[in-house]
Nanobody, 115 residues
C-alpha cells in the first residue's frame, strides 16, 4: 500500500501563486509516475500534471506555462508550483501515484482562487 498526503492548499487571490506538496509513504519503492488531478465543484476529476520517476512532465493545456510539477525521489514527494492563478483553478487537488499498475490517491487539498 501507498499512502499519499497533500498539503499547501488554501485561499489565494487571482494572479497569485500557491505551492502544493504530496508526500508518499508505505510501499514507495517502485512508484513510477506521480501527478496531480483536480476536481472543481460540479465537475469531474481532470488531469493537471504528471511526472515520471525520471522527471519527464506532462501538463493539461489549461495549466501549461503556469504550473510546474517537480519531484524529489529521495523524499518520495511530488510538488506543484502554481502561478498566475485564475478563479477557474478553484478545485480540490488530488495527488496520484502509480505502482505496478495500481493507482493510489491522496484525500485532496482545497485550492480556492477568489478575491
Amino acid at each position: 500500500q501507498v499512502q499519499l498526503v497533500e498539503s499547501g492548499g488554501g485561499l489565494v487571490q487571482p494572479g497569485g501563486s500557491l505551492s502544493l506538496s504530496c508526500a508518499a509513504s508505505g510501499d514507495v519503492a517502485s512508484i513510477s509516475a506521480m501527478g496531480w488531478y483536480r476536481q472543481a465543484p460540479g465537475k469531474g476529476r481532470e488531469l493537471v500534471a504528471t511526472i515520471t520517476r525520471g522527471g519527464m512532465t506532462t501538463y493539461s493545456d489549461s495549466v501549461k506555462g503556469r504550473f510546474t510539477c517537480s519531484r524529489d525521489n529521495a523524499k518520495n514527494t511530488v510538488y506543484l508550483q502554481m502561478t498566475t492563478l485564475k478563479p477557474e483553478d478553484t478545485a480540490v487537488y488530488y495527488c496520484n501515484a502509480d505502482r505496478f499498475g495500481v493507482r493510489y490517491w491522496g484525500k485532496g487539498t482545497l485550492v480556492t482562487v477568489s478575491f
